[in-house]
Protein backbone atom coordinates (compact mmCIF):
# COMPACT_ATOMS: atom_id res chain seq x y z
CA UNK A 1 0.00 0.00 0.00
CA UNK A 2 1.31 3.16 -0.55
CA UNK A 3 0.84 6.27 1.13
CA UNK A 4 -0.03 9.84 -0.52
CA UNK A 5 1.57 13.01 0.30
CA UNK A 6 -0.96 15.93 1.81
CA UNK A 7 -1.75 18.64 0.53
CA UNK A 8 -0.92 20.37 3.91
CA UNK A 9 2.67 18.76 3.60
CA UNK A 10 3.35 19.97 -0.23
CA UNK A 11 2.57 23.31 1.35
CA UNK A 12 5.02 22.86 4.38
CA UNK A 13 7.69 21.54 1.63
CA UNK A 14 7.05 24.41 -0.51
CA UNK A 15 7.16 27.24 2.79
CA UNK A 16 10.78 25.48 4.37
CA UNK A 17 12.11 25.60 0.36
CA UNK A 18 11.24 29.50 0.22
CA UNK A 19 13.03 30.07 3.30
CA UNK A 20 16.13 28.37 2.58
CA UNK A 21 15.70 30.68 -0.57
CA UNK A 22 14.87 33.81 1.34
CA UNK A 23 18.44 33.27 3.22
CA UNK A 24 20.63 32.89 0.20
CA UNK A 25 18.82 35.43 -1.39
CA UNK A 26 18.96 38.06 1.41
CA UNK A 27 22.75 36.98 1.80
CA UNK A 28 23.73 37.98 -1.72
CA UNK A 29 22.10 41.17 -1.50
CA UNK A 30 23.75 41.68 1.97
CA UNK A 31 20.72 42.41 3.66
CA UNK A 32 21.44 41.57 6.80
CA UNK A 33 18.19 42.36 8.76
CA UNK A 34 16.33 40.09 6.00
CA UNK A 35 19.00 37.18 6.64
CA UNK A 36 18.26 37.49 10.38
CA UNK A 37 14.70 37.10 9.96
CA UNK A 38 14.91 33.64 8.42
CA UNK A 39 16.18 32.55 12.25
CA UNK A 40 14.05 31.94 15.34
CA UNK A 41 15.07 34.42 18.30
CA UNK A 42 16.76 31.11 19.74
CA UNK A 43 18.73 30.02 17.00
CA UNK A 44 21.53 28.17 17.46
CA UNK A 45 24.24 27.94 14.40
CA UNK A 46 27.59 26.44 13.62
CA UNK A 47 29.35 27.32 10.11
CA UNK A 48 32.54 26.01 11.52
CA UNK A 49 35.40 26.65 13.63
CA UNK A 50 36.73 28.74 10.77
CA UNK A 51 33.35 31.05 10.59
CA UNK A 52 32.89 31.89 14.19
CA UNK A 53 31.75 28.37 15.46
CA UNK A 54 28.53 28.13 17.35
CA UNK A 55 26.83 30.89 17.56
CA UNK A 56 23.35 31.35 19.42
CA UNK A 57 20.40 33.85 19.35
CA UNK A 58 19.04 35.60 16.37
CA UNK A 59 21.24 38.73 17.29
CA UNK A 60 24.23 37.03 17.76
CA UNK A 61 23.72 35.05 14.18
CA UNK A 62 23.01 38.39 12.77
CA UNK A 63 26.16 39.99 13.69
CA UNK A 64 28.49 36.75 12.82
CA UNK A 65 27.19 37.34 9.61
CA UNK A 66 27.09 40.72 9.12
CA UNK A 67 30.83 40.48 9.90
CA UNK A 68 31.94 37.99 8.04
CA UNK A 69 29.81 38.92 4.65
CA UNK A 70 31.42 42.73 5.13
CA UNK A 71 34.94 41.38 3.72
CA UNK A 72 32.79 40.24 -0.04
CA UNK A 73 32.28 42.32 -2.65
CA UNK A 74 29.59 39.76 -4.23
CA UNK A 75 28.37 36.50 -3.46
CA UNK A 76 26.40 33.83 -5.24
CA UNK A 77 24.79 31.48 -2.97
CA UNK A 78 22.80 28.54 -5.38
CA UNK A 79 20.70 25.94 -3.76
CA UNK A 80 20.82 22.29 -4.43
CA UNK A 81 18.40 19.77 -3.83
CA UNK A 82 16.74 19.18 -0.76
CA UNK A 83 15.70 16.44 1.37
CA UNK A 84 13.29 17.47 4.25
CA UNK A 85 11.72 15.58 6.65
CA UNK A 86 8.38 16.99 9.07
CA UNK A 87 6.91 15.91 11.69
CA UNK A 88 4.55 18.02 12.97
CA UNK A 89 5.83 21.85 13.84
CA UNK A 90 9.67 20.58 13.36
CA UNK A 91 11.72 19.66 10.40
CA UNK A 92 14.95 18.51 9.55
CA UNK A 93 16.45 19.43 6.11
CA UNK A 94 19.89 18.49 4.63
CA UNK A 95 20.73 21.06 1.44
CA UNK A 96 23.41 21.26 -0.95
CA UNK A 97 24.91 24.18 -1.82
CA UNK A 98 27.32 26.12 -4.40
CA UNK A 99 29.13 29.33 -2.78
CA UNK A 100 30.75 31.99 -5.02
CA UNK A 101 32.88 34.75 -3.09
CA UNK A 102 34.20 37.91 -4.24
CA UNK A 103 36.31 39.61 -1.83
CA UNK A 104 36.78 43.13 -1.40
CA UNK A 105 40.38 42.56 -3.29
CA UNK A 106 38.77 40.88 -6.09
CA UNK A 107 40.15 37.48 -5.17
CA UNK A 108 37.66 34.76 -5.92
CA UNK A 109 36.75 31.57 -3.77
CA UNK A 110 34.01 28.71 -4.59
CA UNK A 111 32.93 26.19 -1.93
CA UNK A 112 30.91 23.13 -2.04
CA UNK A 113 28.78 23.03 0.96
CA UNK A 114 25.56 21.18 3.15
CA UNK A 115 23.34 22.93 5.28
CA UNK A 116 22.26 20.66 8.05
CA UNK A 117 18.91 22.46 9.65
CA UNK A 118 16.03 22.06 11.54
CA UNK A 119 13.22 24.32 11.16
CA UNK A 120 10.28 25.13 13.37
CA UNK A 121 6.86 26.24 12.03
CA UNK A 122 6.99 30.20 12.96
CA UNK A 123 2.65 30.70 12.22
CA UNK A 124 0.59 27.88 10.05
CA UNK A 125 2.14 29.54 7.08
CA UNK A 126 5.48 29.76 7.25
CA UNK A 127 9.07 27.95 9.45
CA UNK A 128 11.78 29.13 10.32
CA UNK A 129 15.43 27.92 11.02
CA UNK A 130 15.99 26.82 14.94
CA UNK A 131 18.99 25.77 13.82
CA UNK A 132 21.93 25.05 11.35
CA UNK A 133 25.36 23.28 10.88
CA UNK A 134 27.58 23.46 7.49
CA UNK A 135 29.57 20.90 6.46
CA UNK A 136 31.90 21.42 3.84
CA UNK A 137 32.22 19.10 1.07
CA UNK A 138 34.64 21.21 -1.59
CA UNK A 139 36.64 24.47 -0.94
CA UNK A 140 38.52 26.33 -3.42
CA UNK A 141 40.56 28.99 -1.72
CA UNK A 142 39.26 30.40 1.78
CA UNK A 143 43.50 29.15 2.41
CA UNK A 144 43.72 28.80 6.54
CA UNK A 145 40.13 28.53 7.56
CA UNK A 146 39.20 25.41 9.21
CA UNK A 147 35.83 23.79 8.08
CA UNK A 148 33.81 20.70 9.30
CA UNK A 149 33.86 18.02 6.04
CA UNK A 150 31.30 15.92 5.30
CA UNK A 151 32.09 12.27 6.39
CA UNK A 152 32.34 10.11 4.00
CA UNK A 153 32.86 6.11 4.42
CA UNK A 154 36.08 4.47 3.15
CA UNK A 155 35.19 2.03 -0.13
CA UNK A 156 34.71 -1.70 1.15
CA UNK A 157 33.03 0.10 4.14
Same mark, same amino acid.
Given at each position: ?????????????????????????A???????????????????D?G?????????????????????????????????? =?????????????????????????? $????? =???????????????????????????????? $??????? =?????
Amino acid at each position: MTSMTSLDELLDRQRIADVLARYCEALDEYDIDAVASTFTEDVVTDYGAGRGGPVVGRAAVRARIAAGQASFRRTAHQLGQT =RVRIDGDRADATTYVTAWHEWQDGRQ $EALRL =RYVDVLRRATPDSWLIAERRVEAMGVEGFEGT $EWRWVER =RAPGD
